[in-house]
Nanobody, 117 residues
Framework: QVQLVESGGGLVQPGGSLRLSCAAS????????MGWYRQAPGEQRELVAI???????NYADSVKGRFTISRDNAKNTVYLQMNNLEPEDTAVYYC???????????WGQGTQVTVSS
């Protein structure tokens, strides 16, 4: 079993920044990819950003140029740096990891991000 623990959410004004962290309970080298998804009230969960074991990045069009995903292998942690936040970014953000073997998905408990003046 894998535990993913997110942190770093909160309330921020439009144009502000937040950095989310996702700490895994085992080496992130065991994952084919890790990523961040978000779900706003009444909406489906959507992909925000993913990073592969080879550090290839992919981003949703709505966050390109504003968000950056990164990983610290020594800390088994993946980050999401969010800049120039907009009210439309308000959602619960979830960390996701997909194992290399079997392609099993694991999810964190989510962290709330609210962008409001």
């Amino acid at each position: 079993q894998v535990q993913l623990v997110e942190s770093g959410g909160g309330l921020v004004q439009p144009g502000g920044s937040l950095r989310l962290s996702c700490a895994a309970s085992r080496s992130i080298f065991s994952f084919n990819r890790m990523g961040w998804y978000r779900q706003a009230p009444g909406e489906q969960r959507e992909l925000v950003a993913i990073i592969t074991g080879g550090s290839t990045h992919n981003y949703a069009d709505s966050v390109k140029g504003r968000f950056t995903i990164s990983r610290d292998n020594a800390k088994n942690t993946v980050y999401l740096q969010m800049n120039n936040l907009e009210p439309e970014d308000t959602a619960v953000y979830y960390c996701n990891a997909v194992t290399m073997i079997y392609g099993t998905n694991f999810w964190g408990q989510g962290t709330q991000v609210t962008v409001s003046s």
